[in-house]
């Protein structure tokens, strides 16, 4: 018992503790209806790290987590300034996903000149959150804390654009400048969790839990408190399963929160249309 608790403290306190803020991030998301923005983020992180292993870095080295931040910076200005708050004839869904697609395949350009490159591939993909240890964990924690106490400090005008983006037309500050910010914090917290789960899990731990606080949710409030449950019954199902069947935990984690949603879905369709649960 003492080496299954030796071995799973760190990352259950992964899956438990950091979903909290990816939670929160991915109602923006998808209230922005830029669904697969994580995803691109993630994955043009992951290249910032791809490109510092082609230089000869560790993946644990700091260069390669600065080298991550400023890609991610990088799409950030990209994402923030090419946002239309009317229909064009190239949304920007088509731009996000040329990003993803190309950033996939630099990174799989670069991983080929590196000597572990499949590995590495893998790596990116699902992560190897069994083999995080608690110095990675403690300064994630750290840097989503910080990131949660800006989303508190300037919560109103977050929440305005992503919610309600059509009250912004009157205002009189730069849309475009708070979109960086939001996208530069949401690339910070994207980057230091797929160093830890890889591109699938942050993707999943975004998407999974917001999605399902739509379904069942009306309020911001109990939507946070449904995406915040599917985490944690996604983050403790996938490692349960993981240690009993000998699975690969990020991608155990995966399907168990793919699960949760097929579930949340089903559960959906018997309740009443348009019901608000702040009544």
């Known amino acids: ?9 760190w990352p259950a306190i992964a899956c438990l503790v950091l979903p909290g ?5 991915g109602l923006h998301i998808v209230r922005r209806g830029v669904i697969f923005v994580d995803l691109a983020l993630a994955q043009v992180a992951t290249l910032g790290t791809c490109v510092c292993l082609m ?16 890609f991610t910076l990088g799409g950030a200005f990209l994402f923030a300034f090419t946002r239309t708050r009317h229909e064009t004839r190239v949304p920007q869904e088509a731009l996000i996903g040329v990003v993803y697609v190309v950033a996939a395949a ?9 000597p572990e490159g499949n590995e590495e591939l ?18 994630t924690i750290g840097l ?23 009250q912004t037309e009157t205002l009189t500050w730069s849309i475009r400048w ?7 914090l949401f690339g910070a917290a994207v980057t230091s969790f797929v160093q830890i789960g890889g591109v699938l899990l942050v993707f999943s731990y975004l998407i999974v839990p917001a999605l ?14 449904t995406g915040w449950a599917i985490a944690v019954l996604g983050g403790a199902g996938g490692l349960f399963a993981s240690y009993q069947l000998d699975l690969p935990a990020g991608a155990a984690i995966v399907c168990t929160l793919g699960l949760l949603l097929i579930v949340t879905f089903v559960v959906s369709l018997g309740r009443r249309p348009g019901l608000d649960v702040r009544r």
């Not at 803020?21 to 991030?25: F, S």
């Not at 989503?144 to 059509?166: G, M, N, T």
């Not at 379904?215 to 408190?225: C, Q, T």
């Open 1 to 9: 018992m003492d080496i299954v608790w030796t071995l799973m403290k």
């Open 21 to 25: 803020l990816l939670v929160y991030l």
């Open 55 to 70: 230089l000869g870095h560790d993946i644990h080295d700091v260069h390669t987590f600065y080298w991550s931040v400023a």
């Open 106 to 114: 630099a990174a799989i350009v670069f991983l080929s000149r590196t």
């Open 122 to 139: 893998k790596r990116t993909l699902v992560g190897d959150i069994l083999t995080v240890n608690s110095g990675e964990i403690l300064k």
């Open 144 to 166: 989503f804390a910080v990131i949660a106490v800006v989303h508190l400090i300037f919560r109103k005008r977050f929440l305005q654009i992503s919610f309600h983006p059509e």
């Open 178 to 184: 708070w979109d960086f910010l939001f996208y530069a």
């Open 212 to 225: 399902c606080g739509n379904l069942l949710a009306r309020s911001l409030g109990w939507m946070l408190a």
